[in-house]
């Protein structure tokens, strides 16, 4: 019988059918995509380790003549690769750092080859690109690069003052590999890097080094892995005779912050997923149970002659079963097809195998789970549709309208709006309200987030200054740094100035840059507790409050090159980036508290912060004037570049509006359906009703009051809602990232959410109130 009847609905309704094997793919293909790609997003750093040999230590001594031998012999270094800061421009990107032994890239950190080769040590002319510049560029393996190096005038300079772009000799490079690593890796805010050769230090000492030697520092990876740490820090300060040598854990640097960006992006991929998902359920579901309620009603006219109840749900179910079985096998091909472009942002840069992938748990299972649950809801449907007419409670909001003396358009709107009906009369009025809920609920959060995305600038990560003199480690002379200290202050233009010098301190595993702070100084951006205001405070940075595991009203030992002190932590703030930390490691303390720890400084800035509306271009030309008079030499002031979480973070705020839209579109269908359901399912009603008097403006009001209701619904539980997960969604962001939290306010999408949803729902109810109005009632009457 089964058979019989598919055979039928093959040929009198394929195009149904076959439309509803189109839709499920789609839905099936987005599902699993997302699925598929948040999966692959939330593992891409482990597999990048996997299939590399990381480091898991950048040790930073930055020591010209640094005995590096005497590292690789300590007994808990496995690999060293030694490398230099020495630095030259690359044709439409930027220069990474140049190798110094045939370790580096080989035995540690090895990169995966995404097309070609590795370098040859020995050859002068061979590089390897990240994919970054070879998409900026469009150039690959066997293409020609252009290189352009400093003179030595300006490599024996640089490090402690603006020499300006390269003015060296030009070199041409040939590509042989595109390469990715944690190393070798691709950042947001910048064009991608190129990686010479051991040959090309040796070929162009002279642009390179600064007699004939180089400030240098290595990646090591450790025979116990980054449990050896601590006796590592002891052998090397044994060694060296330096407690103040910065080593950065690789994984807790650049690992973990990768895994935080990419665990996000997974979330909201799978957000997307899970939307998508609902989405499905309730749009293909509502064509599932209208096509299997109507195969029911064909075959009722079967049942005189013995067709069994069991036998009329097996018939119903077959032919959505079969386009499920269809869509199914579309639906994986779509996500195999969409896996090419997944995962997106700053995982992809992590992604040990870009391209398209096909996961088999994702693909396997939800192929399975496809027809399904086609064949549960298409025989829940049936059964339901072989039992008549349930029994149903009405509304009592509905009841309330009735007996309160409403006109009987919006007493009957609100009858249609709340409550469901029975047989043949019946209307998705949950779907409908639930859908309002979400709509509302999807369109507030994302521009809640959006608020929060929009409102991040430089200062909520503690990038209050816009300009930075770079003093440098060495002393400029006697009272140069106060003179222009003082001048800068004096500038109307000026908001504050900090006199940050910088050193790095050790606390059991960890290393801190420690910066000066002076109390007329700039402020410090605080997430909580308070400000340096003695000589036995610091204010520690979020990630090395995180490592140190210490809070405000903590203490906390810290090393320097002069001894060991213990302070009181009175807040968690952000410091300035510098080579030996970013914004969230590291913390402040006064200047004699520094001078307690620290004989010398690694480097010296002076931050200068500017008043609200001044341009730091336009101002820093006067500014370097006036700075340079008072001391007597030249002074450059440097644009300070916003950190590149900010980018990160801006990049992966489209997500949430593309789950926001389809949330909105989710509800505006399950609000259109009912509308036009209930026009079709109670036309009698709507007849009778006609036949006594009622207007045709009266029989369009009764389906305009109930999109206003099921509007005011999803208003009322939608906006909450919809607020609080956006803030919940922000406040996560801002404590991975992390940055300032403020609570962020959509004002507009608050102020026009209201009228907008009521226009939309009257809108959707145009059309339905059409055919309502013009209703042939005698019509409807004789067919009843």
């Not at 006796?231 to 090397?236: D, G, H, N």
């Not at 960006?261 to 149970?289: D, E, K, M, N, R």
């Not at 579109?665 to 036009?676: K, Y």
Request: contains cysteine; charged residues 15%; aromatic residues 6%.
């Amino acid at each position: 019988m089964t058979a019989t009847w598919l055979r039928l609905e093959l040929r009198r309704r394929r195009r149904s059918l076959a439309v509803l094997a189109l839709l499920i793919a789609l839905a099936a293909g987005t599902v699993l995509a997302a699925v598929a790609g948040a999966r692959r997003a939330a593992d891409a750093v482990d597999r990048l380790w996997a299939h590399t040999l990381p480091a898991d230590l950048n040790v930073l001594p930055n020591q010209p003549g640094f005995d590096w031998d005497r590292i690789r012999a300590l007994p808990e270094v496995e690999a060293v690769g030694v490398y230099t800061v020495a630095g030259f421009s690359v044709e439409g990107g930027e220069g990474w750092f140049a190798p110094m032994d045939t370790e580096y890239g080989r035995t540690v950190e090895r990169p995966v080859l995404l097309a070609g080769r590795m370098y040859d040590p020995a050859r002068a002319d061979e590089a390897v690109i990240t994919p970054e510049l070879a998409e900026r560029t469009g150039k690959g393996v066997g293409d020609p690069i252009g290189v352009r190096l400093y003179t030595p005038e300006q490599a024996k300079a640089r490090f402690s003052a603006d020499v300006g772009p390269p003015a060296g000799p030009e070199v041409s490079l040939r590509i042989v590999g595109i390469v990715r690593s944690t190393w070798f890796r691709d950042d947001i805010d910048r064009p991608g890097y190129l990686h010479p050769s051991l040959a090309f230090l040796t070929a162009h000492r002279a642009s390179l080094m600064v007699d004939g030697k180089s400030y240098a520092n290595a990646l090591v990876r450790l025979k116990g892995g980054i449990g050896a740490l601590p006796a590592f820090r002891k052998s090397l300060a044994a060694v060296s005779g330096r407690h103040d040598i910065g080593i950065w854990d690789m994984a807790q640097y650049y690992a973990r912050h990768d895994r935080e960006v990419a665990a996000f992006g997974a979330a909201a991929l799978l957000s997307f997923g899970l939307a998508a998902l609902a989405a499905a359920l309730v749009l293909i579901g509502q064509s599932i149970v209208r096509y299997t309620t109507a195969t029911v009603s064909d075959l009722l006219v079967l049942r005189p002659v013995g067709l069994s109840p069991a036998q009329t749900v097996r018939a119903a179910t077959a032919g959505p079963v079969v386009a499920a079985l269809a869509g199914a096998v579309g639906g994986c091909a779509v996500a195999y097809l969409a896996s090419a472009w997944l995962p997106f942002g700053s995982a992809a840069r992590r992604e040990p195998e870009p391209g398209p992938h096909a996961d088999p748990l994702v693909l396997l299972a939800g192929g399975a789970a496809v027809p399904l649950l086609v064949m549960v809801g298409a025989a829940v449907a049936a059964f339901a549709a072989t039992q008549g007419p349930a029994r149903r409670s009405g509304s009592t909001v509905a009841r309330w309208a009735a007996r309160s003396g409403l006109p009987v358009p919006v007493a009957v709107g609100f009858r249609f709006a709340l409550e469901p009906g029975r047989g043949r009369s019946a209307v998705p009025v949950r779907p409908a309200l639930l859908g309002a809920i979400i709509g509302v609920h999807g369109v507030l959060a994302a521009f809640t987030f959006a608020a929060g995305v929009s409102a991040t600038d430089p200062a909520k990560f503690g990038m209050i200054h816009q300009l930075v003199v770079p003093v440098g480690a060495d002393d400029p002379g006697p009272g140069v740094v106060a003179a222009v200290v003082t001048a800068l202050r004096a500038d109307p233009a000026v908001a504050g100035v900090t006199d940050a010098r910088l050193a790095v301190a050790e606390s059991g595993r960890t290393s801190v840059t420690l910066y000066t702070h002076q109390p007329d100084a700039l402020p410090i951006v605080l997430r909580e507790g308070r400000t340096v205001t003695g000589d036995g405070e610091v204010v520690l940075a979020p990630k090395s409050a995180r490592d140190l595991g210490v809070g405000p009203g903590d203490r906390v030992t810290l090393t320097g090159q002069r001894g060991r002190s213990t302070f009181l932590v009175s807040g968690i703030g952000f410091v300035p980036e510098a080579s030996h930390n970013d914004y969230a490691t590291g913390g402040w303390v006064s200047d004699p508290a520094y001078e307690r720890l620290f004989e010398v400084s690694k480097d010296r800035g002076i931050l200068v912060g500017l008043r609200a509306g001044v341009d730091a271009h336009a101002a820093a030309a006067g500014l370097t004037a006036a700075a340079s008079a008072a001391a007597g030499m030249e002074v450059p002031l440097v644009p300070q570049d916003p950190p590149f979480q900010l980018a990160e973070i801006k990049e992966n705020a489209a997500l949430p509006h593309y789950l926001g839209a389809f949330l909105a579109v989710l509800g505006v269908s399950a609000v259109g359906h009912a509308l036009a359901t209930a026009v079709r399912h109670r036309r009698h009603d709507v007849a009778v009703m006609r036949s006594l008097g009622l207007t045709r403006r009266q029989a369009r009001g009764i389906v305009v009051t109930q999109a206003s209701v099921l509007a005011v619904i999803g208003l009322l539980a939608g906006v909450p809602l919809g607020v609080a997960f956006g803030r919940v969604l922000w406040r996560i962001v801002a404590d991975t990232t992390p940055l300032l939290y403020q609570p962020p306010v959509a004002v507009w999408a608050l102020i026009l959410i209201g009228p907008a949803v009521l226009f939309i729902a009257n809108l959707l109810a145009a059309w339905p109130g059409h055919l309502a109005a013009r209703l042939r009632v005698g019509h409807v009457l004789r067919a009843e």
